[in-house]
Nanobody, 126 residues
């Protein structure tokens, strides 16, 4: 069991930057965990944003070049640096964890992740 707690969400203006943090705790097994970020807006499915799987990083196309994921798969901490924010980035952002995966794993699906935080709200508005 892994508990995840996000922080850093805020109301910002278009073009601003924001850094989300996620701290994990409670793991008592011998797994190392992949860490990821998803986001969700009302009435829509949870959308994959970024993932950190040991030395590999993955992004949804809409955030490439603007968002950077970093962290530590051993300590279960992950960050999402978001630059040049746009109104369409407005969403509730969730941190997620699942055991490190190998090629072919469908990590872009929310159902592929085992543990979730409660979310932190990011609002981009002028």
């Amino acid at each position: 069991q892994v508990q995840l707690v996000e922080s850093g969400g805020a109301l910002v203006q278009p073009g601003d930057s924001l850094r989300l943090s996620c701290a994990g705790s409670g793991s008592t097994d011998n797994y190392y965990y992949a860490l990821g970020w998803f986001r969700q807006t009302p009435g829509k499915e949870r959308e994959f944003v970024a993932a950190l799987n040991w030395n590999d990083r993955y992004y949804v196309d809409s955030v490439k070049g603007r968002f950077t994921i970093s962290g530590d798969n051993v300590k279960n901490t992950v960050y999402l640096q978001m630059n040049n924010l746009k109104p369409e980035d407005t969403a509730l952002y969730f941190c997620a964890a699942t055991p490190l995966f190998s090629g072919g794993y469908d990590f872009r699906r929310a159902t592929s992740w085992s543990y979730w935080g409660q979310g932190t709200q990011v609002t981009v508005s002028s």
